[in-house]
């Protein structure tokens, strides 16, 4: 039987992250993968959504290049046959990528499902092995809701509207998270009917309701529908292959048909068949229950990721991974601090934010002032045709950096600066007064600090 220090089962952010670390902290490492390596954000998410994603902006570009003084010689148009190949080879290059790193830092890779036998020992496939340490992080999948069955062809889970190989004329997308928001925004941009259909009373639950409202006037403005505060109550496909969309919303109840309903209502942990019944590990509301160093309650057993509580991206896996890995090798390392979590949503135009909405500052009774810019007067916005968009940053009581939140062009590549200030504690004055390369969408960050009147 083959003995590991430490054994990963799962090959996503958090598992590559976990096996990757604990190899180079010189233990014995195995990786177990019944997929594909990179897990779902690297195939099937994250990474393929935003090749499909740039090629909508390319598509975008050609449209408007006249805009830009730049003739185009016949009509541009989406081929979505090849849109979908270009994704796949991006994950595929990736894949192979990742298949590499785990190679040169001799991590060995058992393929197939695995299972917890008890006192260390895993079986993999047909084989048992053992380890003093195990691993999970199994990540998740797109939940199914009962009134909305997946058929895969008429009812798309995200796993299927990445690979479509034509595109439809119309499209229900229920739910309007990152995932929902993301694929209305491909889809209409390559001239599909969307209509977005939300549950809760904002677009974008989960971001600061200025951003939610400025992101509805967005998708509107590109002509996707969008109806919160609205219940799918039903979908059903008719004979002639037509999704038909029973709702309940503002007006009461209706009917809305499309050619593909994309469900995209949040993930299933992916913990079924691991044996953690019969170990004895502690599930809670579809989550592995873990201490502030991911230990679940069987002694050696330890869980990251969608699996476990806490918001379900790639980033904060990694994170949990590689905190976990230094806390069993005994290597000083700070707990995740879950105050700070960046998160982002690709759509047109971007999102990205960090910290406390205002809600939830108010919520909390935490005094707080805002700092807040416009794109509209930033040169560079102005240059590159984006101007649509801010930057608004929450204080507290002591000008500390509490809450960003970024709508506009490219704003996901500029929150690392506001992420690290809140983690840092800085204040308003010591972000206005670092001096930030101009022209740049990112002096947004120092004018809305310097907007922040010094107390």
């Known amino acids: 039987m083959n003995h590991y220090d430490i054994l990963v089962i799962g090959g996503g952010p958090g598992g590559m992250g976990a096996a990757l670390r604990a190899a180079e902290l010189g233990r014995k490492t195995a990786l177990v993968e019944r997929a594909e390596l990179g897990g779902v954000c690297l195939n099937w998410g994250c990474i393929p959504t935003k090749a499909l994603l740039k090629s909508a902006q390319v598509y975008h570009y050609c449209r408007t290049a006249d805009a830009f003084g730049v003739t185009l010689g016949g009509e541009a148009k989406p081929d979505m046959a090849r849109i979908v190949a270009r994704s796949r080879g991006v994950s595929e290059t990736m894949r192979k990528g990742v298949g590499f790193l785990l190679e040169k830092n001799k991590v060995d890779v058992l393929r197939g499902e695995a299972r917890l036998a008890g006192e260390g020992r895993v079986i993999v496939a047909d084989e048992t092995v053992s380890a003093d340490h195990i691993i999970l992080a199994t990540g998740a999948r797109p939940r199914e809701m009962p009134f909305m069955p997946i058929d895969h062809e008429h009812v798309l889970s995200s796993r299927d509207a990445l690979v479509l190989d034509e595109l439809p004329e119309s499209m229900v997308v229920v739910g309007s998270g ?65 999704c038909r969309v029973r709702i309940e919303g503002k007006k009461g ?140 940053l929450l204080f507290d009581a002591d000008r500390k950096l509490i809450g960003a939140h970024l709508v506009g062009a490219s704003v996901t590549e500029m929150l690392a600066e506001p992420a690290l200030a809140c983690r840092l504690g800085a204040t308003a004055r010591q972000i206005a007064r670092t001096i930030h390369a101009h022209p740049t969408m990112n002096e947004g960050v120092m004018e809305a600090a310097a907007a922040v009147p010094e107390r």
Do not use: W
Request: charged share 25%; with cysteine; glycine share 8%.
């Open 253 to 392: 109840e209706e009917e809305l048909t499309a050619d593909k309903v994309l469900s995209a209502v949040g993930i299933k942990s992916n913990i079924e068949g691991l044996g953690l019944e019969e170990l004895g590990v502690r599930v809670e509301r579809d989550k592995i229950a873990v201490d502030e160093h991911y230990r679940t309650n069987v002694e050696g057993v330890y869980a990251v990721g969608d699996i476990v509580p806490g918001p379900a991206l790639a980033h904060v896996a990694s994170a949990e991974a590689l905190h976990c890995v230094e806390h069993i090798c005994g290597v000083e390392s700070d707990p995740v601090d879950y105050s700070v979590i960046p998160s982002c949503v690709f759509t047109s135009p971007e999102v990205a934010s960090v910290g406390l909405t205002e809600r939830e500052a108010l919520t909390r009774e935490i005094p707080y002032t805002v700092g807040r810019y416009s794109f509209m007067a930033s040169g560079k916005a102005a240059a590159a045709g984006e101007r649509d968009g801010f930057v608004k």
């Open 178 to 242: 990152a995932i929902g928001c993301e694929f209305a925004s491909f889809y209409a941009a390559l001239g599909v009917r969307v209509t977005v259909v939300e549950y809760l009373p904002q677009l974008m639950p989960l971001e600061d309701e200025e951003v939610a409202r400025t992101m509805e006037r967005a998708f509107r403005k590109q002509r996707i529908a969008v109806m919160t505060s609205t219940t799918v109550k039903s979908v059903t496909v008719d004979g002639e292959g037509r």
